[in-house]
């Protein structure tokens, strides 16, 4: 039998999981590590603390797993996207990695749309720019932070990083670099253009080797085996862009499926032989499977919105949870299901981190009365999240000839019987999952098990490893109720977009 690693780091979370040769998940190990919020608007991490952490959960994996290192085939880590994490000259992190969710240098992408640059930009690389994309967090670093470019001897994304700590070896996976307005979509490769027209040339010579996902990458060195329980020269593949990695973990390998991931950040996406260029979805970018396309919708507006409502307004359900060894989300599950879907709570706008609609939309509820209580926000948030999914989904099927059959999701929301419904509902679509918990790193197992050769390419792997649930499908009623909420939500924030700008000025000035 074989036996494959994945790892995912998320914004915060650090995962592992083994899987045999079956698709078979037999353990998983997670840690957090903490968010670094320095100012408004700003998250970051200790890239060492994150290392360390990744250290931790292979070794608990493979522990939980009884397996030993040297009977892991092979090791592939994803990440979030975009994001930075620097490397020095010196040997170290030059400075705290910055996560996705960091919206520090939002007046970049603003400025590049009017002054002409975006569309200079999309005719190369087929992506509109967001904040938190490595060129705007680099044009910030230059005009806020002097030196720290220069101290750069590598620019990497998140999963980049790691896999660097493991192998020592520097590469530039293409999943995660074509998501990041680096790379020109119609070469595949860096374009010196694109770096000039952000003011960044400077930078070309610090951006590492571009490698395919199920390229070996490297091996586990000696310091690395000893850290994780790894055995020395395990090869390392190349891995990807966390929302491929679950793409392919749900069975998104063909055109007919759509996926979705609700994590830190809604992602919404599909594969297609063609990138769409008209400008009307956020994202293009390459797959994991050779000859794909990754078309996608994203903004940081999803179940990490749950995440900070658990956290902050449900502290004593929490410490009692942990006193008693419940399970806090099949507790929040519960609350919800006691509100009916018609009953009216506040309409929440997810945007807590940053937004799909306006550069500076905040979180927010609208329509609290005395009436509602902390289980009508917590249903508010469920179906603002779910809302905001579909706000991208319908941009997406506008791009595409046939619907698909179904959503494929993955991330917190799938755990949730509850808002896998409501998922279902309100997007009037069939909705399934794979049966495994941690699909991220079972995407790096798929992409591990392709990469050592046991299967030809990574679909091949997935059609032998994946296992589908069965599909949970939309109730008319349900998503009739639904709609005219969606309606509502829509309204709220045509009705808001022109307080943010005053707001941010508010804080800028103060």
């Given at each position: 039998m074989k036996y494959y690693l994945g790892l995912d780091n998320g914004g915060t979370a650090t995962k592992a999981a083994v899987f045999d040769e079956n698709g078979t998940e037999l353990a998983t190990a997670g840690m957090d590590t903490a968010m670094l919020v320095p100012r408004a608007g700003f998250t970051e991490r200790d890239m060492d603390e994150m290392w360390e952490a990744n250290c931790q959960v292979i070794r608990n994996a493979l522990e939980k797993a009884k397996v030993s290192g040297d009977q892991i085939a092979c090791v592939a880590v994803c990440g979030h996207g975009k994001g930075l994490y620097l490397w020095g000259k010196?040997?170290?992190?030059?400075?705290?990695?910055?996560?996705?969710?960091?919206?520090?240098?939002?007046?970049?992408?603003?400025?590049?749309?009017?002054?002409?640059?975006?569309?200079?930009?999309?005719?190369?690389s087929c992506q509109h720019i967001l904040s938190s994309q490595p060129v705007s967090l680099l044009a910030w670093l230059k005009d806020n932070e002097p030196g720290v470019i220069e101290k750069t001897q590598w620019i990497f994304a998140c999963k980049d990083y790691v896999r660097f700590r493991l192998t020592r070896e520097a590469f530039a996976e293409r999943t995660d670099y074509s998501g990041c307005n680096l790379v020109n979509l119609r070469t595949g490769e860096y374009d010196p253009e694109l770096l000039g027209l952000f003011g960044l040339s400077g930078c070309m010579e610090k951006l590492p080797p571009l490698r395919y996902s199920t390229d070996i990458c490297g091996y586990v060195t000696k310091e690395a085996a000893e850290k994780t329980g790894l055995k020395e020269g395990t090869p390392v593949a190349g891995g990807a862009f966390d929302i491929d990695a679950c793409a392919v973990a749900v069975g998104v390998?063909?055109?007919?499926?759509?996926?979705?991931?609700?994590?830190?950040?809604?992602?919404?996406?599909?594969?297609?032989?063609?990138?769409?260029?008209?400008?009307?979805?956020?994202?293009?970018?390459?797959?994991?499977?050779p000859g794909y396309y990754l078309v996608e919708e994203c903004s940081p507006t999803s179940a990490g919105n749950n995440e900070w409502f658990m956290k902050t307004l449900l502290p004593e359900l929490r410490e009692e949870c942990q006193k008693t060894g419940n399970n806090i989300y099949e507790q929040m599950n519960q609350w919800v299901g006691e509100i009916p879907p018609e009953?009216?709570?506040?309409?929440?706008?997810?945007?807590?981190?940053?937004?799909?609609?306006?550069?500076?939309?905040?979180?927010?509820?609208?329509?609290?009365?005395?009436?509602?209580?902390?289980?009508?926000?917590?249903?508010?948030?469920?179906?603002?999240?779910?809302?905001?999914?579909?706000?991208?989904?319908e941009k997406l099927l506008k791009t595409r000839k046939e619907p698909p059959k179904s959503i494929r999701l993955a991330g917190g929301a799938a755990r949730s019987p509850m808002w896998t419904q409501m998922f279902a509902d309100v997007m009037k679509l069939p909705v399934e999952s794979v049966e495994v918990n941690e699909t991220g790193a079972f995407g790096c197992a798929l992409i591990g098990a392709a990469a050592c050769g046991d299967y030809k390419d990574v679909g091949e792997a997935a059609d032998r490893m994946c296992r589908i649930s069965k599909p949970v499908l939309p109730d008319p009623a349900r998503s009739a109720v639904y709609d005219e909420k969606y309606r509502l939500y829509c309204k709220t924030i045509e009705s808001l977009d022109g307080l943010w700008d005053s707001i941010q000025a508010y804080r800028d000035k103060h």
């Open positions: 010196d040997g170290r992190p030059v400075r705290n990695g910055i996560i996705s969710t960091d919206n520090r240098a939002w007046n970049y992408p603003v400025k590049w749309k009017k002054d002409g640059t975006e569309e200079k930009v999309f005719a190369r390998t063909d055109e007919e499926h759509l996926c979705m991931i609700a994590g830190t950040w809604s992602i919404n996406e599909y594969i297609g032989r063609e990138p769409v260029t008209d400008g009307s979805v956020m994202m293009n970018s390459f797959f994991c499977l009953e009216f709570t506040p309409i929440y706008l997810p945007f807590l981190m940053a937004s799909n609609v306006h550069p500076n939309a905040c979180g927010s509820f609208v329509g609290i009365s005395n009436f509602h209580t902390r289980k009508h926000l917590l249903r508010s948030v469920y179906e603002g999240v779910t809302f905001c999914h579909r706000y991208h989904l």
